[in-house]
Nanobody, 119 residues
Framework: QVQLVESGGGLVQAGGSLRLSCAAS????????MGWYRRAPGKQRELVAI???????NYAESVKGRFAISRDNAKNTVYLQMNSLGPQDTAVYYC?????????????WGQGTQVTVSS
Protein backbone atom coordinates (compact mmCIF):
# COMPACT_ATOMS: atom_id res chain seq x y z
CA GLN A 1 0.00 0.00 0.00
CA VAL A 2 0.97 3.62 -0.52
CA GLN A 3 0.15 6.66 1.56
CA LEU A 4 0.33 10.18 0.16
CA VAL A 5 0.40 13.14 2.53
CA GLU A 6 -0.11 16.56 1.01
CA SER A 7 0.63 19.94 2.52
CA GLY A 8 1.00 23.56 1.55
CA GLY A 9 -2.45 24.60 0.44
CA GLY A 10 -4.19 27.68 1.72
CA LEU A 11 -5.54 31.12 0.92
CA VAL A 12 -3.48 33.56 -1.11
CA GLN A 13 -4.12 36.80 -2.92
CA ALA A 14 -3.97 36.98 -6.68
CA GLY A 15 -0.39 37.31 -7.86
CA GLY A 16 0.91 35.39 -4.88
CA SER A 17 2.67 32.07 -4.60
CA LEU A 18 2.21 28.76 -2.84
CA ARG A 19 4.24 25.59 -2.69
CA LEU A 20 2.54 22.22 -2.40
CA SER A 21 4.32 19.13 -1.12
CA CYS A 22 3.35 15.49 -1.28
CA ALA A 23 5.27 12.80 0.56
CA ALA A 24 4.79 9.17 -0.43
CA SER A 25 5.37 6.26 1.91
CA UNK A 26 4.81 2.54 1.79
CA UNK A 27 5.39 0.54 -1.39
CA UNK A 28 7.65 2.88 -3.36
CA UNK A 29 8.94 1.68 -6.71
CA UNK A 30 11.83 3.15 -8.63
CA UNK A 31 9.90 3.57 -11.89
CA UNK A 32 7.00 5.90 -11.29
CA UNK A 33 5.25 9.09 -12.25
CA MET A 34 4.19 11.62 -9.64
CA GLY A 35 1.99 14.58 -10.26
CA TRP A 36 -0.67 17.05 -9.33
CA TYR A 37 -4.25 17.28 -10.49
CA ARG A 38 -6.94 19.72 -9.48
CA ARG A 39 -10.70 19.96 -9.35
CA ALA A 40 -12.29 23.39 -9.42
CA PRO A 41 -15.87 23.88 -8.20
CA GLY A 42 -18.31 22.52 -10.78
CA LYS A 43 -15.56 21.14 -13.01
CA GLN A 44 -13.92 17.82 -13.65
CA ARG A 45 -10.55 16.93 -12.26
CA GLU A 46 -7.75 18.00 -14.60
CA LEU A 47 -4.03 17.41 -14.88
CA VAL A 48 -1.83 20.23 -13.60
CA ALA A 49 1.68 18.79 -13.89
CA ILE A 50 3.45 15.44 -13.80
CA UNK A 51 7.06 14.38 -13.41
CA UNK A 52 8.60 11.02 -14.18
CA UNK A 53 11.25 9.20 -12.22
CA UNK A 54 13.71 10.45 -14.87
CA UNK A 55 12.60 14.03 -14.21
CA UNK A 56 10.70 14.46 -17.47
CA UNK A 57 7.79 16.86 -16.95
CA ASN A 58 4.48 17.75 -18.53
CA TYR A 59 2.26 20.73 -17.73
CA ALA A 60 -1.24 21.86 -18.48
CA GLU A 61 -1.18 24.78 -20.90
CA SER A 62 -2.94 26.96 -18.35
CA VAL A 63 -0.05 26.72 -15.86
CA LYS A 64 2.98 26.70 -18.12
CA GLY A 65 5.43 29.40 -17.14
CA ARG A 66 3.76 29.88 -13.74
CA PHE A 67 4.00 26.49 -12.03
CA ALA A 68 7.02 24.25 -11.60
CA ILE A 69 6.97 20.62 -10.54
CA SER A 70 9.98 18.94 -8.98
CA ARG A 71 10.77 15.86 -6.95
CA ASP A 72 13.19 14.61 -4.34
CA ASN A 73 13.57 10.88 -4.86
CA ALA A 74 15.49 10.46 -1.62
CA LYS A 75 12.45 11.76 0.25
CA ASN A 76 9.83 10.27 -2.10
CA THR A 77 8.36 13.75 -2.28
CA VAL A 78 6.96 15.79 -5.13
CA TYR A 79 6.57 19.56 -5.04
CA LEU A 80 4.51 22.06 -6.97
CA GLN A 81 5.71 25.65 -6.89
CA MET A 82 2.84 27.88 -7.95
CA ASN A 83 3.56 31.49 -8.88
CA SER A 84 1.43 34.29 -10.28
CA LEU A 85 -1.68 32.63 -8.93
CA GLY A 86 -5.06 33.81 -10.11
CA PRO A 87 -8.65 33.12 -9.07
CA GLN A 88 -8.83 30.55 -11.90
CA ASP A 89 -6.34 28.43 -9.95
CA THR A 90 -8.75 28.01 -7.04
CA ALA A 91 -9.35 24.28 -6.66
CA VAL A 92 -8.69 21.22 -4.58
CA TYR A 93 -5.25 19.94 -5.59
CA TYR A 94 -4.62 16.20 -5.49
CA CYS A 95 -1.29 14.44 -5.43
CA UNK A 96 -1.02 11.38 -7.65
CA UNK A 97 1.50 8.55 -7.60
CA UNK A 98 1.69 6.01 -10.40
CA UNK A 99 4.26 3.27 -9.81
CA UNK A 100 5.16 0.61 -12.34
CA UNK A 101 5.55 -2.81 -10.77
CA UNK A 102 5.24 -6.41 -11.92
CA UNK A 103 4.29 -5.35 -15.44
CA UNK A 104 1.48 -3.00 -14.44
CA UNK A 105 0.89 0.62 -13.61
CA UNK A 106 -0.86 1.41 -10.36
CA UNK A 107 -2.66 4.56 -9.23
CA UNK A 108 -2.74 6.24 -5.83
CA TRP A 109 -4.27 9.55 -4.76
CA GLY A 110 -3.81 11.91 -1.88
CA GLN A 111 -6.71 13.31 0.10
CA GLY A 112 -6.49 16.71 -1.57
CA THR A 113 -5.49 20.16 -0.35
CA GLN A 114 -7.51 23.31 -0.92
CA VAL A 115 -5.97 26.25 -2.75
CA THR A 116 -8.02 29.44 -2.75
CA VAL A 117 -6.90 32.53 -4.63
CA SER A 118 -8.70 35.76 -3.83
CA SER A 119 -8.97 38.56 -6.36
Amino acid sequence: QVQLVESGGGLVQAGGSLRLSCAASGSIFRLNVMGWYRRAPGKQRELVAIIGSGDSTNYAESVKGRFAISRDNAKNTVYLQMNSLGPQDTAVYYCNYKPYASGSWYDYWGQGTQVTVSS
